[in-house]
Nanobody, 115 residues
């Protein structure tokens, strides 16, 4: 199983980014997939989660109304559309299956939001 994140970058506050998570090694109906983030000096936290049938099962209060998770099972992709970004969204973003598997963590993709 492999999950590979991409799409991060440097953006000004108020801007948008779309993160992508390419997964392989499991079929789309096996797992829910979640996005997680870890800001400098902080613990990793859950951002949003989507079920195998594209039902959104979780979204953190801190990103509600700004971030949208989606999934394309035909392409084995999960996306995180991030709008109205804030400096406090600066973090390394990761995707993983839900339930989490420690051996599925990838390199992540860094998002930096400047004020």
């Amino acid at each position: 199983v492999q999950l590979v994140e991409s799409g991060g970058g440097l953006v000004q506050a108020g801007g948008s980014l779309r993160l992508s998570c390419a997964f392989s090694g499991f079929t789309h109906d096996d797992y829910s997939v979640g996005w997680f983030r870890q800001a400098p000096g902080k613990e990793r936290e859950g951002v949003s989660c989507i079920s195998s049938t594209s039902g959104i099962t979780y979204i953190a209060d801190s990103v509600k109304g700004r971030f949208t998770i989606s999934r394309d099972n035909n392409k084995n992709m999960v996306y995180l559309q991030m709008n109205k970004l804030k400096p406090e969204d600066t973090a390394d973003y990761y995707c993983n299956t839900v339930p989490l598997r420690d051996d599925y963590w990838g390199q992540g993709t860094r998002v930096t939001v400047s004020s």
